[in-house]
């Protein structure tokens, strides 16, 4: 676990990819490889973050091995429910845009905080929002736009949200670098995130835990 | 309470403490505003207009004197009576600088044979009389075909009703410009040993205007100017957002950049005693969102996936319909956009620099807010686009500004003794750093050992930020003469950081796609205004550009100003710029599988590179 955890911190994503494939294959529980070796990986990324040792580039290096190393861990999880505790973000950015950085950034940092993460993609219709929404449940929904062509659809989606009743025990997250808190303000969404880190701290007051 | 007053189109900005008046704003940020009156306000001089913010005093009447309602209610207000306390824009019309600033024109010109689509003959046509009553149009097209054997068919109605005037004044000699069967201008007299023609490169930041000779080919004069969309918004998108918001926008964000070249252009004839009215041809190329906005046509479905532009066949427009001051019946032409982003500029540039038409492997940059690099290899062209943003234009740098005055452009740190030797631009006191010098002081302290790969400045060559927040590397110290501090602070190693990996991350992966490694290019073309001054040595050590020998890269200019111009003179060019904007193929970066990877690679300064020099 520690060589899958260093991994994700030095942003090597074959070496992360592989150390999870082979940490599965000699039957470690999914769950175990996701705590032991994913998270704290992507955590000491986080922390070196903060305390401005690391910068973009390295971040984006850690966010692409987490990744890497999901791919095979995720799916084996859905087979076993996870901790009830965990609260469940979904996230994705919406229609016409394309832009995935911030996105990959955000998801990361908010499974090193524990949230249980679903990542809708990029170029996402109102429609799969809506329906992630009703069908997945999760606490807090998470909006990314990164031009200002495509930063209106977040509001479409809130209406819409209120409008089928299911902005009620749901949160609302908006970022991207367009928007602002006045943004997030004027498409009635919950809460807006500067940054990926700032992201997390307003969803965990948000999810109250 | 701390505030930033920002200068335009010039980029440099201010921090203050207390409420200060503009004039002085400017003269510590080193804007070289003129004044002639020292200050009283009674030269009208420093002229300034404020595009945002409101925390100004009000207009005084000694302004009132020197500006109009009309000029007071679009925001122009005289430096020396405007006092600033809170944040504000401000936009500096060349007119108030005591300096131009330097605007990068010219190109590597390539001879190519001179045969324009716009011809003139001169003809003499029989008087009308009773007997012989033809209209004037039909006289002079008869005459035509039998002097020269060259068919008119039509012309629209400005171009006749110069026509007509004309013949009398000319007593029934004109000189015909023929275009394609179209008459499109008649000159009393023969007027053949002169035949003008205007070529535009309508960049985002910055517009090229060229005169030139359609005989001979020659250039005959160029003015750069700044963009004036800028007020509308930095970015493409920003901008395409104000155009899709109502009619009235989009028509403006249209009138300003006309007015901007029919100014460059209106200037550009008097300096060679020529009017407009002698322009018989223009080209003009920009990315395809420039396009679009100097075309007035819907950029909506331009600004989100797939970015699809309204045709990406050649467009011919009269330029009247344009508003473009030319010939009465003169024709714009405006070559093809390829795809997305990537528009006719970069066409242009291929056709400039000689691409699809040998089997050498060429990769082409051109550098800008938009970078648009291509690549040719057994056969194939293939392009992409990356919106790196200014940073190497100096914008989000901290001091940074573009290249004038005061400018640092070359910097040089000894590592064992600690100095650091500039240049600046004008050989004046530094007041700010420009791409250029941003490209080599980041390398020269990667070299020193003062920047380690991530891009961390090394705690004890930096010093802590004024904010209190991350470290700061002193380029220049104050002086008593007016020299600035200039420093380089952590977050602005970031955003070069940014602009270098997203173009890193286009060229390698259009070299993956390709399967092209850097020791088989034979040759870089380097294009854009920062691309001419950039040092490629600093810049392959730095990883912006990939390890190809120093030899092979060759450093154009204005690139896409040279294929405008080649497209204006001539009609062979014109149809290679049509064919070459079909067979180059367009790659979509940011949906290429792990480019998230490959532009965090790009960001990364490689350990100890050493370019090769040939």
Redesign the interface.
Known sequence: METLKTAIVE?D?RLAASQAGEALASGLDPLDVLNRGIVPGIQRAGELWQT???????V??S??AFKAAMKSVEPRLKERQRASVAKRVVIGVV???????GK?LVGAMLTAAGFEVTDLGI?VPLEKFVEAARSLKPDILGLGAY????MLQMKRVIAELDQQGLHNGLKVMVGGVPTSQEFADEVGADAWGKDAMDTVRKAQTLAGG | MSFVIDFEPLGTRLMCEEPILLRDAASRAGVPLKSVCGGKTTCGKCLVRVSSGSALSPVTEAERLLLSEAEIAAGYRQACRTLASGVVSVYVPPSSLTEEQKLQVEGAEARIEVDPLVRKFCVTAPPATLADPRGDFDRVADALREQSGVPLLCADLPTLTQLSAALRAGQWTITAAARAGELIAAEPGDTTHTAVGLAVDLGTTKIACYLVDLLTGRTLAARGVMNPQIGFGEDVITRIEAAGKDEITRRRLREIVIAAINEAVTDLCAGMGLTPADILEAVLVGNTAMHHLALELPVKQLGVIPFVPVTARPLEVKCATLGLVAAPGAYTHCPPPIAGFVGSDHVAVLLASGFGRDDRTRLAIDLGTNTEIALQARGRIRSCSTACGPAFEGAHIKFGMRAALGAIERVKIDGASGEVRLSTIGGKFPVGICGSGILDAVAELLKAGWMNERGRLNAEVGRRGADGTGSEFVLAVASHDGGREVVLTQKDLGEIQLAKGAIRAGINILMEDMAVRPEAIDEVVVAGAFGTYLDPFNAVRLGLFPPVPLSRFRQVGNAAGVGAKQALISRRARDEAARLAKRVSYLELTLYPGFAQRFAEGMRYPAGRQPELA
Do not use: R, S, W
């Open positions: 942003g994503d401005n040792q690391y910068f973009l580039p390295d984006v290096l966010a692409e229609k016409g845009d394309m832009h995935d950085l990959g170029d031009m200002t062509t495509t």
